[in-house]
């Protein structure tokens, strides 16, 4: 075989193996993100956890529908809120230790009903209507 043809016939070869690889990449990704099978039911109540998760977590997050249960340690009532800071839209963490929510992008706190204990959010977290049924929590979504 002379190297002209070698060539020619490896260069075939390479845009042929390729093809599939360019192909893909032309057509829409398919998601790989994890889906999720919760939804809100006819009455707009989702399904979050248990009590027993919670009281042993200390807060639940979802994040698909961006709430956070926690329970308000003046009355041992569930509470839901947006977990989005009103300051500049970083998730808030619950910090067990202090029963407050806390912001981890400037420092902001909040009470376990939402209310701001510190700033700079000057704004309360937004809250959900939330009930327990059979030991399940669930939050009005929809
Ligand atoms: S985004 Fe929360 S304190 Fe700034």
Redesign the pocket.
């Known amino acids: 075989m002379e190297r002209r043809q070698f060539l020619g016939l490896f260069g075939v070869g390479a845009l042929a193996s390729s093809l599939p690889v360019v192909l893909a990449a032309c057509y829409p990704k398919q998601s790989t993100a994890p889906t999720s099978e919760a939804s809100p039911g006819a009455d707009g109540f989702l399904e979050v956890g248990t009590v027993a998760e919670l009281d042993q977590e200390g807060s639940i997050l979802n994040k698909e529908f961006e709430l956070i249960v926690v329970r308000n340690p003046e009355d041992n009532s569930l509470v839901a809120l947006n977990p989005e800071?009103?300051?500049?839209?970083?998730t808030?963490n619950w910090d067990k230790s202090t029963q407050n929510l806390v912001?981890?992008?400037?420092?902001?706190k909040f009470a376990a009903d939402g209310g701001v204990v510190k700033e700079?959010?000057t704004k309360p977290l937004a809250n959900y209507v939330v009930k327990e049924e059979n030991g399940s929590i669930f939050v009005k979504v929809a």
């Open positions: 800071c009103p300051h500049q839209g970083c808030v912001c981890p992008c400037h420092g902001s700079p959010a």
